[in-house]
């Protein structure tokens, strides 16, 4: 039989192994233990100001709970497998600590505010820490893109040569894309801004609690306005691994790119030495292994979306026991999107652009035929008969193993007598770049405009959330007095 239970009142017999075992969380929730005390020491001092708790005993729960955070912090905190969750692990070792006073500090609040303020409070930092990775692959991307501004590349609409555009262009559309990214996680975290803490089990309590202070002790803005609504909610979970699945997806788009980029018969880009890995067999190998591995995370992280979603559908209010399967997935997922936008940054910023293999590629593929018809309208045709035009005149290049830059005048006016000698300027694939300068095109001009956009939009981010970290740091040092510690998640 399993160790007594915080609750064992009620039960006649102690759990069967097997039952704990099974309803155990420690595995996944022990990581919350440093917000677990944080929480504590916030309830605690409410109780304290409210007068629900002496001052005696609130003193020696806050002097208990900050010799916690402190074992937690060096490692020498003893785990009891006996006690199913993060909640009774901190409690039991708190009253083993301080004695009969460690029992009031579960006056006015259930497990299930806690660990609703528990995980709100890891997920916090985790996808602050995600919106940094994520920032610091934007600027691995700016930096790049800022040393290629004129670097010509083919342009791609499924997966054929479309249009010429700039390096530069390439790599801040994704830049783009990340910058939505991180704004997504930010925008969550505005959402679950609230503080569940004293909704208690789903109904709050007849206590005369003060939950506005407990928010803002632990750095939220306010309460959470709905007690059954605060234990029974897990809508910032599904948010949140939505952010963390399509970050993925948009890593593995650029991933993707990379490893074709990466391939003899692209040779766009090499990869550095210290980022590549070799072949047990054949030893001309260089592999894009990162890359890859980024690319086939994502199957895990759009698994955790559905994983969460699932779990939720149905479930009627309030608290229930499935939440308490709301934490692995996300977990996992947030830190692993972390962690391959960090490898992939410094993918990025170490790889070597072949400026000339990427121009050299704009010969094939007609990739300047759009600009022929584009010509020939500015010559007064309606562009639908210059597509047409140009349609024959590149089935005839396809005919005559051409390209349409190789055409003399003579055979270009076999297809219309408006063309002229300037068509050989109009179609050079620089010209083709330069043309496209309307606001969000491809011309150096236009991207220089999008590269400061990009640079603004990032620094504006960084500042939110270097304003967050702040305050969490504030709140942690009030809490813990000066003695702050390291936060590992
Ligand atoms: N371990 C639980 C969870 O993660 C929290 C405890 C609430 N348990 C309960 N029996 N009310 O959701």
């Known amino acids: 039989m399993a160790g007594k239970a915080l609750w064992s009142g009620r039960f006649a017999e102690g759990m069967d192994d097997s039952t704990l075992a099974f309803t155990s969380s420690l595995d996944v929730d022990s990581v919350m233990a440093f917000y677990d005390v944080m929480g504590s020491l916030a309830h605690v001092r409410m109780l304290k100001q409210c007068r629900i708790i002496d001052a005696d005993d609130a003193d020696s729960i806050t002097r208990g709970l900050i010799t916690i955070a402190g074992q937690l912090r060096d490692g020498s905190f003893e785990w009891d497998e006996n ?40 997920l916090r930092d985790a996808a602050l820490e995600a919106v940094e990775a994520v920032d610091r692959l934007i600027k691995a991307l700016q930096t790049v893109a800022a040393k290629h501004r004129d670097t010509i590349m083919p342009g791609f609409t499924h997966m054929q040569h479309a249009q010429p555009v700039t390096l530069s262009h390439h790599l801040l559309a994704h830049a783009f894309r990340f910058g939505r990214d991180g704004d997504r996680f930010l925008d969550a975290l505005n959402r679950m801004d609230r503080c569940p803490l004293g909704s208690a089990a789903l109904a709050g309590t007849t206590y005369p609690i003060d939950r506005k202070v407990t928010a803002s002790l632990l750095g939220f803005k306010e309460p959470t306005e709905n007690s059954m609504d605060s234990v029974g909610s897990r809508d910032f979970v599904c948010e949140l691994s939505f952010d963390a699945a399509m970050t993925a997806v948009d890593l593995s788009s650029i991933c993707e790119e990379l490893i074709y980029w990466n391939s003899q018969p692209f040779g766009f880009v090499e990869m550095d030495d210290r980022y590549s890995t070799g072949s047990s067999i054949m030893p001309q190998k260089k592999n894009p292994d990162i890359a890859e591995l980024v690319r086939g995370k994502t199957g895990a992280a759009v698994g955790s979306l559905v994983n969460i979603m699932v779990t939720m559908k149905g479930l009627p209010l309030s608290y229930n026991r499935d939440l308490q399967e709301d934490k692995h997935a996300l977990m996992t997922s947030i830190v692993s999107v972390t962690e391959c936008a960090d490898m992939l940054s410094k993918v990025v910023s170490t790889m070597k652009v072949d400026e000339n293999r990427m121009l050299k590629s704009t010969n094939d593929g007609f990739i300047n035929a759009t600009d022929l018809a584009d010509y020939l309208v500015t010559k007064g045709l309606p562009f639908r008969d210059a597509h047409a035009v140009v349609g024959e005149t590149v089935r005839y290049c396809i005919e005559n193993r051409k390209t349409l830059d190789s055409l003399t005048l003579e055979e270009f006016h076999r297809f219309s007598d408006l063309i002229d000698e300037d068509v ?20 150096v001009a ?37 003695r702050l510690p390291t936060v590992r998640l």
Not at 466 to 477: D, F, G, M, S, V
Request: proline content about 0%.
């Open 83 to 122: 006690l199913e969750d993060v909640h009774t692990n901190v409690e039991n070792t708190l009253t083993n600590m301080i004695g009969k006073a460690g029992g009031r500090l579960h006056t006015a609040r259930s497990r299930n505010d806690q660990v609703a303020t528990d995980y709100r409070m890891w």
């Open 446 to 482: 236009s991207g220089d405009v999008e590269a400061v956009l990009s640079e603004s939009a990032l620094m504006a981010r960084e500042d939110a959330v270097r304003t967050k970290k702040q305050l969490i740091a504030n709140c942690w040092k009030e809490l813990l007095g000066e």
């Open 424 to 443: 050989f300027q109009a179609i050079a694939v620089r010209s083709c770049v330069d043309r496209r300068d309307s606001y969000g095109g491809t011309s």
